[in-house]
C-alpha cells in the first residue's frame, strides 16, 4: 500500500469542501454569536499551522469592542479613498470597484487580527537564517487553517487589506517588533456564494491549473516526455471544478 | 439554524484530521511514484486558496529532473553551513541542529517550487493597494492548502526553507520581477509522526493555545469580563490536543 495514511473518502471530501467552498466573506453576515467551543476549536486549527523552526510566532487579537471597530473602520475607509483615485484614469474600473463591498468589520460576530512576532523563540530560529520571510509565510498559513476550519464549521470569514498596518498598530497597542498580518471578520452568514464575489461579478477570470503549472523549470507550460501523461489529470481537474461552479 | 453551512460531522473530522496530523516531513519518504490524478488533485487545491484581488499570482513549478535537484541540494548544503556556524557560541543547540535530517530533496518523488508573480493581472490588485505584501500571503496560503490535500491523499510534504533565493532564481531560469516563496519535496512515507519533529525531539515545546490568544488589545492574555467564558473552551482545546498526542 503507498496509500496507507491517507483519509477515508468522506473524511477527504470534508478537506476538500472544506478548501473549494470556502469565500472571502464580505456581505451576508448574519446577527448571531459564534459559540465558544466553536471559535476555540476555529483558533486552535489555527495554531495548528506549520511554522519555521516550530516558532509559532502568531498572535490572534480577538476584537468584539465597537469603538475598536470603528477606529478599523475608519482606517479602511481612508485607504478605500486612496485606492479608489489610483483609478483615476480608467473610470469604469473604478466605477466597479467602488460598487463592491470589501468588509463586514462592523456587522461581523468577532474580529480577529492575526499578527508576527519574529522574536518568539529567537533570535535563532531554525530554518529562518536564509529566508527571514519564512516566519510571516507561517503566520499566513495560519490564517489559512483558520480560514478552513471555520468553513467546516459554517463560520465566513472575511479578510480586510484595504488598511494602514500603521493604523492597526496603534489602534491595538502592538509593540514595534510585532507586525499584523491579517484582519479577519468572522460570523455566520446567510449564505456561502457559489463562486467568489470577484469571479462571480467579472471582476477578474478564474485561471486553469494547466495556465499556473511549470514543468522543471520557469515558464515552461508545455510538458516534457516525462509529464506528458500528467496534464491530462491537471485537465479533469479543470473540468471537475467547471461542472461543481466552483 | 445557524450553522446551516456547517460540514457534516464526518466531513469535519477529515478537515480536523488533515490540520492536526500534517506534518513537516523530511525523512521516511519511501521510492513510489505519485499517481497523476492525486498529484493534480493537491495542486488543484493549491490553486483554489484565497488570493487578493482574485489575482491567483502563483506557479507551481514541478521538478523531478535530478541534475536540478543536485544543484538545489548543493544550495542546502551552503545554507545549512553558513546556518550552523550562526551556533558556534552554542556548541550543545550546534550539535542538536547538526544531528537533524532538514530536507528530503534528493528522495522523494517530487520537487514543487511555489513562486509569486506580483505582475499577474496588475499593476492594480484590488485589496493590494494598501498592504503590498498581501500578495506573498496568499501565495503562502496557496502552500498551506497543497500540504493539507496531500496529507487527506496520504502524501508527505517537507518544506525546504534552508536555501537561498537567489541560487533558486537560478537554478529555476525565474525571471527577475516572480520570486521563490515555497521549494517543497512530496512522496509517501513510511510514517506520519505523531508529533512534529522539532517537539518530539525537545528542540521547542508546543505553546498553549491560551498563550497565543489576546483579548481585544495586544499582550491582554487575561480576558476581560466579556470573553471571560470563552477562556474555558481554549482550555478545552489545549485538553484535547494533548489527549491525542498532536
Chains 1, 2 share one sequence.
Not at 502568531?58 to 489610483?86: C, H, M, P, Y
Not at 518568539?120 to 537564517?129: A, D, E, I, K, S
Not at 457559489?194 to 486553469?208: C, N, T, V
Request: charged fraction near 25%.
Amino acid at each position: 500500500m503507498t496509500d496507507d495514511y491517507a483519509l477515508t473518502g468522506a473524511q477527504k471530501e470534508g478537506l476538500y469542501k472544506a478548501i473549494f467552498s470556502r469565500r472571502d466573506v464580505r456581505s451576508h453576515f448574519i446577527p448571531k454569536s459564534i459559540p465558544n467551543d466553536v471559535l476555540a476549536r476555529i483558533l486552535n486549527a489555527a495554531h495548528h499551522a506549520p511554522s519555521v523552526g516550530f516558532s509559532q510566532p502568531w498572535n490572534f487579537i480577538l476584537i468584539r469592542d465597537s469603538e475598536t471597530r470603528r477606529k478599523v473602520k475608519e482606517s479602511f475607509l481612508r485607504e478605500q479613498g486612496r485606492s479608489t483615485a489610483l483609478l483615476d484614469g480608467d473610470k469604469d474600473r473604478q466605477k466597479k470597484y467602488s460598487s463592491l463591498k470589501l468588509e463586514g468589520i462592523m456587522e461581523s460576530d468577532v474580529n480577529v487580527c492575526v499578527t508576527y512576532d519574529p522574536t518568539r523563540f529567537g533570535p535563532f530560529v531554525l530554518g529562518r537564517t536564509s529566508i527571514e520571510e519564512t516566519g510571516v509565510y507561517s503566520v499566513a498559513c495560519a490564517v489559512q487553517n483558520l480560514w478552513l476550519a471555520a468553513r467546516a464549521e459554517g463560520v465566513g470569514v472575511g479578510w480586510v487589506s484595504i488598511l494602514a498596518n500603521s493604523d492597526l498598530e496603534n489602534i491595538l497597542g502592538m509593540p514595534t517588533h510585532a507586525k499584523p498580518i491579517a484582519y479577519l471578520c468572522l460570523g455566520y452568514v446567510a449564505e456561502f456564494s457559489d463562486k467568489p464575489d470577484l469571479e462571480r461579478l467579472g471582476w477578474l477570470p478564474r485561471m486553469a491549473l494547466s495556465e499556473v503549472i511549470c514543468y522543471e523549470k520557469w515558464g515552461e507550460l508545455e510538458p516534457p516526455g516525462s509529464w506528458s501523461e500528467f496534464q491530462s489529470g491537471v485537465k479533469a481537474q479543470d473540468e471537475v471544478r467547471r461542472e461543481d461552479n466552483i
